[in-house]
T-cell receptor, first 110, second 115 residues
Framework: AQRVTQPEKLLSVFKGAPVELKCNYSYSGSPELFWYVQYSRQRLQLLLRHISRESIKGFTADLNKGETSFHLKKPFAQEEDSAMYYCALGDNFGNEKLTFGTGTRLTIIP | GAGVSQSPSNKVTEKGKDVELRCDPISGHTALYWYRQSLGQGLEFLIYFQGNSAPDKSGLPSDRFSAERTGGSVSTLTIQRTQQEDSAVYLC?????????????FGPGTRLLVL
């Protein structure tokens, strides 16, 4: 069965410090991984996906198949990064249903 | 253009009553998803519609839950004989075709409280 684990429910980081949000997955196939973000009073939206290998708002995430991880990183946190972050796993059988982790609430301390 | 919309935004009901939640996807999107977010839980997949194909109902937690999508657009999630454990935020999302790994666009959610 597919599973996504985000071990930290809450994470507080000082502005300017590095951020790492952890995500581990369990999946027997070739994983498709995403990070979604929900800012205060806004709807859930895609932040980045591993296949794009992109950097969005300074965030990057590398898929490590050996460690079954997809941690989200940013070298210098900004106050506007405070939000709820969800790691999500998609299957590769041609549909898009996602398995989400329980989320990490990131708070940037000014 | 307009994003995914959901109604009502909040719903309070009594245990045992039926409720209907509505989702209007982005125009042109053929794939539509329902998720549930319970307190302290991640988003839980409920059901997925893609074009005219039979829906994937594998995430529905019980036979009290059902959903339909009329005319390939608007979807209604129905919960019969609601229970207190049904209290959650119900999120709808849509994407262009549901193939490959497209971006899912989420609605604002319906917050359901069963008393």
């Amino acid at each position: 069965a597919q599973r996504v684990t985000q071990p930290e429910k809450l994470l507080s980081v000082f502005k300017g410090a590095p951020v790492e949000l952890k995500c581990n997955y369990s999946y027997s196939g070739s994983p498709e991984l995403f990070w979604y973000v929900q800012y205060s009073r806004q709807r859930l939206q895609l932040l980045l996906r591993h296949i794009s290998r992109e950097s969005i708002k300074g965030f990057t995430a590398d898929l490590n198949k050996g460690e079954t991880s997809f941690h989200l990183k940013k070298p210098f946190a900004q106050e506007e990064d405070s939000a709820m972050y969800y790691c999500a796993l998609g299957d590769n059988f041609g549909n898009e249903k996602l398995t989400f982790g329980t989320g990490t609430r990131l708070t940037i301390i000014p | 253009g307009a994003g995914v919309s959901q109604s009502p935004s909040n719903k309070v009901t009594e245990k045992g009553k039926d409720v209907e939640l509505r989702c209007d996807p982005i125009s042109g999107h053929t794939a539509l998803y329902w998720y549930r977010q319970s307190l302290g839980q991640g988003l839980e997949f409920l059901i997925y519609f893609q074009g005219n194909s039979a829906p994937d109902k594998s995430g529905l937690p019980s036979d009290r839950f059902s959903a339909e999508r009329t005319g390939g657009s608007v979807s209604t999630l129905t919960i019969q004989r609601t229970q207190q454990e049904d209290s959650a935020v119900y999120l709808c999302a849509s994407s262009w075709s549901g193939q490959g790994q497209e971006t899912q666009y989420f609605g604002p959610g319906t917050r359901l409280l069963v008393l």
